[in-house]
């Protein structure tokens, strides 16, 4: 069955920066989406093929019969599942037999679980602006969806939008999100729009957003390449050893400015259109042809400032335009930097069949591509196929998830969960978790990629990543989460052994490339270059982004896997294991706070890495008793219970580094960290542990879910995101470990 209903995009024009006739502006215009006030949320499907995500509108009455909406997708849609009431749970165990009963209706048929992903307000347009550039327009029932979705994520007070969906209004969310409103149709006097327009005005107008939002809507067409600070290809010639040579920087980073430098050197601008030339005038607060662009390259507002760029990059900036620029910028240089960005980009979208790391460098090499090889070319329609699969559909409408996915790593949480809980022997779940043990099997990954050392990759061969093996990145904590997951089921009796051992070793030694000197390890790769280079962080909204960095959630996820790994295959690079273990250990306590708690660099914040650290000092017998490390930790989350026994942690504490707690007041899922914590590392005090459970148990609904409360995310500092399946797997994990640590405990 075609489960992928066509939907003809309109051929695009080619690459050409001149401007069209008015025929042919008025042609694209009128192929605008067709906006509804909403979609028959009963058409919605979710396919999720090979671990790969798409959601499809079926508007033939016949191809919805055929493909009935399963539960995962009336839950993800917000829709009532009509599921029965449940025996109530009078015991933690019964409590995770009731959340298993809810969350396996939710499993995939693949065997991993998937959820949105959302929370940033700066991806969706990324996405809106390349199909609309490359003259794809999305279809109106993404359109529609879009538009209810940025509708009910508007601040409820301005009418603006933030960096992340708790945020206060930024122009980055405020211009990027007003602007693909009137991509996808809406009109200029909408209520929704006229709110946001005048907080727009209020804060400066566009040319108060950031670097990132100056160049997506220069890349529209609605602002001139003066504004945007200089991003020069010709970086990529430098020899590897310069300190400050791209290789160097965070993949994520260095993977944006790729194809941001590449169409900053092409100076490539959309056709000019009624709707651009009338975000001209919207979008400002000056007349557009008086604006002095280049005089406002540094002119940001406030709220977007978090990390105000250094005078050093601000020299740097001034040297590129006014002597590197009109002096020294070669056509020869320019051609072979542009073509060596070229070669680059499309080793990105070879190595993860044009899925690339994220949306935000997905939606800026879809354009490149446009540019560079047209509008029929293949890889740019392949781009567009898979924008597809960052795009999420829930009850507020569509958004744009952080990557395409979070499959393996959620799924080796679930797992870990049932473990934690002694449930793995249960038949009832064996048939859920062998699925699982498939679906990580098949989305393990075998090879390292192609030219690795030519396009600055880092080894991954037996690893997994983040989302699927198409996008491939491998992560030292998501292979350890997804490894321990696969020993867990595998040395269960009654499992099958679908990973044999030398691809298990192939994991570890993975792994163990990512140890740093101190004893840390970091995310996709060891670290290239030190914090000093963060006088070069131009994005202005983020902290930590310009290198790799040294994580507690990194290391310890590490540590705890290769200490289980150890009892199981003992004589397996034995002494380096060892070491390494030493050595993590010793830089887990020295990155313990005064307070007693470890700052979270991937959850909020505190309570998320506390967790971690513990488990981890347990994996190596360092408990409350045994450890002043493991007593400090324990103490420091005793400290910020709250009176109804639950904790509450506020994302302002990733921004400030300090413990703030969530005005809305305690969330089960920090709640179920700071438990998992102290079970783990042995806290002698079972009273207030208990007062924990009880609250989890009390948020517990009938049918066994948990509802959704406040974000729980984090990344670089100061942008939030959303991980959905936490409600599940962390207070299963939580119940289930008290369950089998004091059986015969009454807690209701």
Request: charged share 25%.
């Amino acid at each position: 069955m075609a489960r992928k209903q066509a939907t003809e995009a309109p051929a695009a024009s080619n690459g050409s920066s001149k401007k069209r006739s008015s025929a042919d502006s008025d042609d694209h215009d009128a192929k605008r989406p067709r906006l509804q006030e909403s979609t028959d949320k009963a058409r919605w499907r979710l396919s999720s093929e090979g671990g790969r995500h798409t959601w499809h509108y079926l508007e033939d009455d016949e191809a919805a019969k055929e493909w009935p909406q399963s539960y995962a997708d009336k839950y993800f849609l917000g829709m009532p599942l009509e599921l029965p009431e449940l025996p109530k749970a009078t015991n933690p165990l019964d409590a995770v037999r009731n959340g298993l009963t809810f969350f396996e209706k939710l499993q995939l048929p693949e065997g991993h679980w998937g959820c949105e992903y959302g929370g940033p307000m700066f991806l969706l347009p990324g996405v809106v602006i390349a199909r609309y550039v490359t003259k794809n327009p999305v279809p109106w029932y993404y359109a529609t969806e879009i538009k209810n979705y940025l509708f009910a994520r508007a601040n409820p007070v301005d009418g603006g939008w933030g960096l992340h969906i708790e945020g206060e209004s930024t122009m980055l969310g405020t211009t990027l999100n007003y602007t693909t409103l009137r991509l996808v149709g809406v009109e200029a006097d909408h209520p929704v729009m006229v709110k946001a327009r005048a907080t727009m005005h209020k804060m400066g107008g566009a040319i108060c957003a950031p670097h990132w939002a100056k160049f997506w809507l220069t890349v529209l067409g609605v602002m001139k390449w003066d504004i945007v600070n200089p991003v020069p290809p010709e970086l990529w010639l430098l020899p590897d050893w310069v300190p400050i040579a791209p290789w160097r920087w965070w993949i994520h980073m260095r993977q944006v400015f790729l194809p941001m430098s590449y169409l900053w050197s092409k100076k490539w601008q959309a056709e000019e259109t009624d709707l651009i030339r009338e975000l001209r005038k919207e979008l400002f607060v000056e007349d557009w042809n008086k604006i002095d662009w280049a005089g406002n390259r540094n002119t940001i507002h406030p709220n977007d400032n978090y990390h105000p760029k250094t005078a050093f990059l601000n020299t740097v900036n001034w040297l590129l335009v006014n002597i590197w620029n009109p002096v020294f910028r070669t056509k020869y240089l320019v051609d072979k930097a542009e073509a060596w960005a070229s070669e680059l980009i499309d080793m990105e979208d070879e190595n993860t069949d044009y899925s690339d790391l994220a949306p935000v460098n997905a939606a800026m090499n879809t354009v490149c591509c446009y540019v560079r090889d047209g509008p029929g070319a293949y890889s740019v329609r392949r781009h567009v196929e898979r924008l597809d699969e960052v795009l999420w559909v829930n009850a507020e409408g569509m958004l744009c998830n952080g990557t395409n996915g979070v499959q393996c790593w959620d799924t080796a949480f679930a797992i870990q969960a049932i473990m934690d809980a002694g449930l793995t022997q249960d038949p009832r779940w064996r048939p859920m978790l062998i699925k699982s043990l498939e679906f990580l099997e098949d989305q393990q990954i075998r090879e390292n990629v192609k030219d690795q050392d030519k396009c600055y990759r880092h080894p991954r061969k037996g690893a997994w990543a983040f989302s699927n093996k198409d996008q491939g990145y491998a992560v030292s904590d998501c292979v350890s989460e997804a490894l321990k997951s696969v020993i867990i089921l595998q040395k269960t009796p009654g499992f099958p052994t679908l990973i044999d051992d030398q691809r298990i070793f192939d994991a570890v030694d993975t792994m163990l490339t990512y140890q740093n000197p101190s004893g840390a390890c970091s995310s996709y790769e060891t670290p290239r270059a030190g914090q000093w280079m963060e006088v070069l962080n131009a994005a202005e909204v983020f902290g930590n982004i310009m290198v790799e960095y040294e994580y507690p959630e990194c290391t310890t996820a590490v540590l705890t896997t290769l200490s289980l790994f150890k009892k199981h295959w003992p004589n397996h690079r034995t002494d380096e294991i060892d070491g390494f273990i030493t050595r993590a250990v010793k830089w887990i306590k020295s990155d313990q706070k005064p307070h007693g708690g470890w700052y979270g660099n991937w959850g909020i914040c505190f309570t998320y890495a506390t967790m971690f650290a513990l488990e981890s000092l347990a994996s190596v017998g360092e408990t409350y008793e045994t450890s002043k490390y493991a007593k400090k930790g324990c103490d420091f989350l005793i400290s910020k219970q709250r009176e109804d026994g639950g904790w509450s942690e506020s994302y302002k504490a990733c921004e400030t580094g300090k413990y703030v707690e969530h005005p809305t007041g305690s969330q089960v899922v920090m709640t179920a960290w700071a438990l998992i914590g102290l079970i783990k590392a042995k806290y002698p005090d079972i009273e207030p542990i208990k007062k924990g459970i009880k609250l989890i148990m009390d948020r517990q609904q009938t049918n066994g879910e948990w509802l959704q409360e406040a974000i729980e995310g984090v990344f670089n500092k100061s942008c939030m995101i959303s991980y959905p399946n936490y409600k599940f797997s962390f207070p299963l994990k939580a119940l289930g470990l008290f369950a089998t640590r004091y059986p015969d405990e009454k807690v209701v």
